[in-house]
């Protein structure tokens, strides 16, 4: 596989594992917001998955990086980390909503 298309798969998959992170705490939200606690615990572990997979991904470029095999920086590069960026402030927001929920939950429960 050439050095580019190597290149491009990772970026690609620090956006769609980032989207998919996004997502699925907005999930996790939601079901919260329902009073489903197990889903939305379930949800913030699948998004925690999806940033572990990306997380490797941008692991491998800055190995290359700091190897001396400098990955060119394009739009959809600075792209690909803005979108991972976003899902892991996403995902940390969303854990706290979640925790919110719950507590709202059990002071209603009293």
Same mark, same amino acid.
């Given at each position: ?65 700091? %190897? ?37 939950? %059990? %002071?209603?429960?009293?």
């Amino acid at each position: 596989m050439a050095e580019e298309e190597q290149d491009l798969q990772t970026i690609m998959g620090l956006i769609v594992n980032g989207g998919n992170a996004k997502s699925s705490a907005f999930e996790a939200i939601y079901a919260a917001k329902k009073g489903d606690f197990d889903t939305a615990d379930a949800k913030l572990k699948e998004a925690d998955n999806f940033l572990v997979e990306a997380h490797n991904s941008q692991t491998g470029m800055l190995t290359q990086e700091a %190897q001396g095999n400098h990955v060119k920086v394009t739009l959809l590069t600075v792209h690909s980390q803005d979108h991972l960026m976003n899902a892991i402030t996403f995902r940390d927001l969303a854990g706290e909503i979640v925790d919110l929920y719950k507590r709202l939950d %059990q %002071q209603q429960a009293k």
